[in-house]
């Protein structure tokens, strides 16, 4: 069974950074893309940042030039490096992967449990 364990999230004053990671696992064929989305209270969940397996990215406008997604194809796993923190940023962020399960010939999408990241002012 596919998991999206994340981790990484906390409490961080505005200005700060945070970094989140996520191991995906579990009868994987191929991933297609890993990223990150965040739900803020009261809010939908929205967009933060997307990485293809052949390396394209796509940025919420709001966290351009803050935000940096990475990936280690080998481990399956995907970061967010978040610098320059504001409390707009604070929500509960979720880890998703498109993939191919192993016997499989279908893409789907997987998610993560999520983790809170809170920025205080």
């Known amino acids: 069974q596919v998991q999206l364990v994340e981790s990484g999230g906390g409490l961080v004053q505005a200005g700060g950074s945070l970094r989140l990671s996520c191991a995906a696992s579990?009868?994987?064929?191929?991933?297609?893309?890993m990223g990150w989305y965040r739900q803020a209270p009261g809010k939908e969940r929205e967009l933060v940042a997307t990485l293809t397996s052949g390396g394209s990215t796509n940025y919420a406008d709001s966290v351009k030039g803050r935000f940096t997604i990475s990936r280690d194809n080998a481990k399956n796993t995907v970061f967010l490096q978040m610098n320059s923190l504001k409390p707009e940023d604070t929500a509960v962020y979720y880890c998703n992967s498109r993939l191919i399960r192993t016997g499989s010939v279908y893409f789907n999408d997987y998610w993560g449990q999520g983790t809170q990241v809170t920025v205080s002012s």
């Open positions: 579990g009868g994987i064929f191929s991933i297609s893309a």
